[in-house]
């Protein structure tokens, strides 16, 4: 039942590393940490031990490197950027760093984005910009020895259009590619299926100053291989999103299925960013999640506050909570959550310094009873706005318009156990 769920405590500070570099991409399993920057104009890599956070091997890449991402088993690390000519490269690293392999793409990508999928192919998305237009590109990587290009996964999106991130999900059969396009934003589901591929099955527009409003985290990314969740999150203007979708219907829906919203204490003035070299603007939201989605990290390049979220699979829709709040030294470049969730990881934006939290540690914020009280307010219909455990205006007048509705009493502070029985019994709105 709803009121089963207990979210996992909040995320309590370990271990700090400095980087010799600025790092581009961040990758972290439960016992290993890898980085990939540029020091002095040469690209390398880096790994750290999870534990100690100390830097136990480091190698030279050919490419100044954008973005990295690891295969399903986290047996090799795809590592993208551009070559002194300016074309761009892929370079296959095994987790000892050593090079397996590479492909060099025949145009440059600008800002190019990585997602991997369960049979090993390799999808690449990049903005448009002066030096190249946008583009989806996918790559067979069975073979990380000799990669070869794939067919045009997705026609239908322009080179105006851009792809800020994809994402791929293997639960349907022949799996769905789920891009995020920049110009208009949009978070758009592509069949991959052989007899459909590159369809568009369907869209969920943002309206957002930001023309990249968004980011998501599929639950089904490489560490789940069993039974599909069919959720995915999104990141807009400061508010998390639980967005769903039916991989098994020939009709495919992407439906917001609820919203907590965030407090964020932005510092400073914020001066919209925008990626280098193109008209895109750089979303400021960070998000990573863990797999099952029981650790959620979700902060702003413009603030030191991140806040903790779960989601909890025992409503029907699944809802988000809140688990707490906890403060960085320095505004985080990005936040990373391992697989499992043990650990989460924020990189400093000025001192490239490499923080690990730890999963468990924190009390969840508020009350077991409060956020009892909250969930099943939230079940039949009557928001509470985000789920957090503390009984406050805006629960008191989800209460309010229950009583209202349903012409009863909820006494919370007299008789919680009757109130209980009575939002249980009745119906939802």
Request: hydrophobic share 40%.
């Amino acid at each position: 039942m709803i009121y089963d769920f207990t979210p996992t405590g909040l995320l309590t500070r370990g271990a700090a590393q400095g980087l010799p570099f600025a790092p581009a991409a961040v990758t972290a399993f439960d016992d290993m940490v890898f980085a990939a920057g540029a020091s002095d104009g040469n690209g390398k890599i880096l790994r750290l031990d999870a534990s100690t956070l100390h830097i136990s091997s480091t190698r030279d890449l050919d490419i100044a490197p954008s973005a990295m991402v690891a295969n399903f088993d986290q047996t090799l690390l795809f590592v993208i950027g551009t070559l002194d000519n300016g074309l761009t490269r892929i370079e296959v690293r095994n987790t000892d760093l050593n090079p397996v392999g590479g492909i060099t793409v025949g145009v440059p990508m600008q800002h190019p984005s990585l997602t991997i999928t369960k049979n090993d192919v390799l999808v690449v998305g990049s903005l448009p910009g002066s030096a190249s237009p946008g583009a989806v590109i996918a790559f067979d990587m069975s073979r990380p020895s000799e990669p070869r290009p794939l067919p045009d996964l997705l026609p239908d999106v322009s080179g105006q259009t851009g792809v800020a991130q994809a994402w791929f999900d293997g639960t349907a059969e022949g799996g769905t590619l789920f891009v995020n396009t920049a110009l208009p934003p949009s978070l758009i589901a592509v069949a991959t299926e052989r007899k459909a591929a590159g369809g568009k099955l369907s869209s969920l527009n943002f309206d957002d100053p930001a023309p990249v409003p968004m980011m998501a985290n599929l639950s089904s990314r490489p560490c789940l291989t069993g039974e599909a969740i069919a959720w995915f999150l999104v990141a807009s203007s400061g508010k998390l999103f639980l967005a769903t979708y039916d991989p098994g219907s020939s009709f495919k829906s992407l439906d917001i299925v609820s919203l907590s919203e965030t407090n964020l204490k932005i510092e400073g003035g914020y001066d919209p960013a925008y990626y280098h070299d193109t008209k895109v603007q750089m979303n400021a939201g960070l998000l990573a999640s863990s797999c099952d989605m029981g650790v959620i990290l979700i902060g702003n390049r413009n603030s030191r506050q991140v806040e903790q979220f779960a989601v909890n699979p025992k409503a029907n829709p699944p809802t988000l909570e809140k688990v707490g709040q906890f403060l960085l030294d320095e505004a985080p470049d990005r936040l990373v959550m391992t697989t499992s969730g043990q650990h989460g990881y924020a990189v400093s934006a000025r001192t490239n310094t490499l923080t690990r939290f730890d999963a468990g540690g924190g009390e969840v914020t508020g009350t077991e009873t409060a956020r009892t009280l909250q969930r099943l307010l939230t079940e039949k219909g009557f928001s509470v706005g985000p789920i957090d455990g503390q009984v406050g205006v805006r629960t008191l007048d989800a209460i309010t318009r229950f009583e209202r509705s349903n012409n009863v009493t909820l006494d919370i502070n007299r008789d919680l156990k009757r109130a209980f029985e009575t939002l249980q019994a009745a119906p939802a709105q």
